[in-house]
């Protein structure tokens, strides 16, 4: 994996490892929302709501249009896709190995000691 597509993976996990920024992920999967319609649903500060926000920006999970005085977030579920490949390597790794392994109990059962 190059360098710099390591780098976006580690943003987006960490951007996802937060209870509060996956809650506003799920918030925008619907619809597009205000930064500040998106705060009032937590019970934390607008600046807390905007560290996360932002954090979610740097990993590409948000976007931010300026329309007049408002800032309006939106999905953008590209970098998820990134994150989701990576897990389903691992998820055919194991599997094969609970496949093996599976095999093994199986054909062993029935051999005498």
Known sequence: ???DK???LNEVFNALCDPTRRAILARL???DARVTDVASEF???LNSVSKHIRMLERAG?????VVGR???LSLNAAPLAEAQAWIEKYRR???GRLAAL????TNKKGKPK
């Not at 999970?61 to 249009?65: A, E, K, P």
């Not at 599976?102 to 109990?105: A, C, L, M």
């Open 93 to 95: 790794f194991w599997e």
């Open 70 to 72: 408002e800032h309006v």
């Open 1 to 3: 994996m190059g360098e």
């Open 102 to 105: 599976e095999h093994y109990v």
């Open 43 to 45: 019970p934390i500060s």
């Open 61 to 65: 999970l948000l976007r931010r249009s």
């Open 29 to 31: 999967t619907d619809t």
């Open 6 to 8: 390591s780098a976006r």
